[in-house]
C-alpha cells in the first residue's frame, strides 16, 4: 500500500461529508485534496475492487468484487461505514453487516480515492501547479498523511493510467441476520 494502515481517506484531505460522497452501483464519490497543488477535486472508486463478502460478512480485499453477494448497500452518516445486507455462503440466509472504510485499506492518493495501489483516473484530475496533462506515475509514492499537506509531492512525469497489484485482507464488523427490504 501506499500509506499506512493507520491513516485512511478521512485522515488524508477526503472529505466525505461535502456532496457529492455517495455510493453509486459500488462506486464511491468524493472530494480529495490533490497533495500536489492546493486544491481539492471529485474523485471515485469502484468498492469491488477493494471490498468482499464472505459468508455474509463484509471485509477489506483486493478484488473482492462484494456486488456479487451483497446488495441495499449505502454509506452511513459518519461517511466512513459501508451497510450492505450480503448472502451467506450456502445462499439462503441476507445478513446485514458494516465495514469500517477508513482503516487504512482506502486512501487519498495525489487526490485519487485509491486501495491496494488501485488507482481508478476514469475522473482524471487536474493539477493546475502542474503542466497540462500531468498525472504522477502510479508506482510514486503519496507520503502525505495529513489533510494540510500540500507542495511538491510528485516530480514524476507525465502518465495517464496505470496500477500496482498488492495487498492484504482486514477484519470486519459482524453481521446480525435481518430481513432483506424488497
Known amino acids: 500500500m501506499s500509506l499506512t494502515a493507520a491513516t485512511g481517506f478521512l485522515d488524508q484531505?477526503?472529505?466525505?461529508?461535502?456532496?457529492?460522497w455517495y455510493l453509486d452501483d459500488g462506486v464511491a464519490k468524493t472530494y480529495?485534496?490533490?497533495?500536489?497543488?492546493d486544491s481539492n477535486v471529485q474523485t471515485s472508486l469502484n468498492l469491488n475492487l477493494c471490498v468482499g463478502s464472505k459468508n455474509?460478512?463484509?471485509?477489506?480485499?483486493?478484488g473482492g468484487n462484494f456486488g456479487q453477494s451483497c446488495k441495499n448497500c449505502s454509506i452511513l452518516g459518519s461517511y466512513d461505514t459501508l451497510q450492505c445486507v450480503c448472502l451467506d455462503d450456502a445462499k439462503d440466509l441476507w445478513l446485514w453487516t458494516t465495514l469500517s472504510?477508513?482503516?487504512?485499506?482506502?486512501?487519498?492518493?495525489?487526490?485519487?480515492?485509491?486501495?491496494y495501489d488501485q488507482h481508478q483516473t476514469d475522473i482524471p484530475v487536474s493539477y493546475y501547479c502542474k503542466d497540462v496533462g500531468?498525472?504522477?506515475?502510479p508506482n510514486d509514492q503519496d507520503n502525505c498523511t495529513n489533510p494540510s499537506c500540500q507542495g511538491n509531492q510528485a516530480d514524476?512525469?507525465?502518465?495517464?493510467?496505470?496500477?500496482?497489484?498488492?495487498?492484504a485482507?482486514?477484519?470486519?464488523?459482524?453481521?446480525?441476520?435481518?430481513?432483506?427490504?424488497?
Open 56 to 62: 455474509g460478512i463484509l471485509y477489506a480485499q483486493l
Open 134 to 137: 500531468w498525472q504522477p506515475n
Open 32 to 37: 480529495c485534496a490533490t497533495h500536489v497543488c
Open 13 to 20: 484531505g477526503c472529505d466525505a461529508s461535502q456532496d457529492p
Open 101 to 115: 472504510l477508513n482503516t487504512g485499506f482506502i486512501y487519498n492518493w495525489f487526490g485519487y480515492l485509491s486501495c
Open 156 to 167: 514524476a512525469g507525465h502518465v495517464s493510467t496505470g496500477a500496482d497489484a498488492g495487498g
Open 169 to 182: 485482507a482486514f477484519a470486519s464488523n459482524q453481521p446480525t441476520a435481518a430481513p432483506v427490504p424488497n
